[in-house]
């Protein structure tokens, strides 16, 4: 059995000295497929991707990436292997234009971005129409936008969503799951953490159900959607 592309392998750790949060936590995700990290409130959600993207000490455990173990690498050295992650809050620059925030998302680069800039533009028109505009005049699911077209700046091959649908309306839900979707079949891999679990399952290739930081329930999205403990549990019957 070949790796997975990415893959969070049995990490336990926390936050600076503080306890541990995650708890032998496996998370992994082959290319171009979406993983979803689902679970109750404070069950380390956040952290797992967190700590798969190097912003916290895992006193056991290893992060790999095709392969290739980069543990101990910082966040910003894993951005060069390739992989980018947008925050669930503060993850635009508001009071520059949608064009500017696109065009810091590649500051790592030194080609040409407007073709990368038009991809994002095709994914998302409406950041077309409103290129112009400060980031922070707009709609939340309009912004959130922005934050994912920034991360597709840097050509990434593993794209990292914290609640990328948090306080966005369910029609805008749909149209970003929509869209994530597109990236994924362009080969980019997707890991999320989604409150949204119902709707995330739906669109997702592999989820994790994580309760206390450790993994609960693993599964294909459809067989965590038909597991009567999850749906009873987790997805409100």
């Known amino acids: 059995m070949t790796e997975p592309f990415l893959i969070g392998d049995r990490m336990t750790g926390g936050y600076g000295k503080g306890a541990d949060i995650l708890h032998d936590c496996t998370i992994a995700v082959d290319k171009g497929k979406i993983a979803v990290i689902v679970g109750p409130n404070g069950a380390g959600k956040s ?20 392969g290739e173990d980069i543990t101990a690498l910082s966040p910003q050295d894993r951005v060069a292997k390739g992989m980018a992650f947008v925050p669930q809050t503060s993850n635009i620059f508001p009071s520059m234009t ?15 971005i407007r073709k990368t800039i038009e991809q994002v533009y095709d994914l998302f028109p409406i950041l077309r129409d409103k290129r112009r505009q ?6 939340g699911g309009q912004r959130q936008q922005v934050a994912v077209g920034r991360a597709l700046m ?23 799951f929509d869209r994530i979707i597109e990236v994924a079949r362009a080969g980019i891999t997707i890991l999320m953490v989604e409150q949204n679990a119902k709707q995330a399952l739906d669109i997702a290739d592999i989820g994790y159900v994580l309760v206390q ?7 294909s999205g459809e067989e965590l959607l038909q597991d009567p403990e999850v749906r009873r549990t987790f997805l409100g019957g």
């Open 47 to 66: 952290t797992a991707m967190k700590a798969v993207f190097g912003m916290l000490n895992l006193r056991s455990g290893a992060v790999r990436i095709e």
């Open 98 to 112: 949608v064009e500017e925030n696109l065009e810091m998302g590649a500051f790592l680069r030194r080609d040409d």
């Open 134 to 139: 400060n980031a922070g005049e707009l709609s």
């Open 154 to 176: 840097t050509q990434p091959k593993v794209l990292m969503l914290d609640e990328p649908t948090a306080g966005v309306s369910p029609i805008v839900m749909d149209e970003l």
């Open 213 to 219: 930081g450790a993994n609960a329930h693993t599964g």
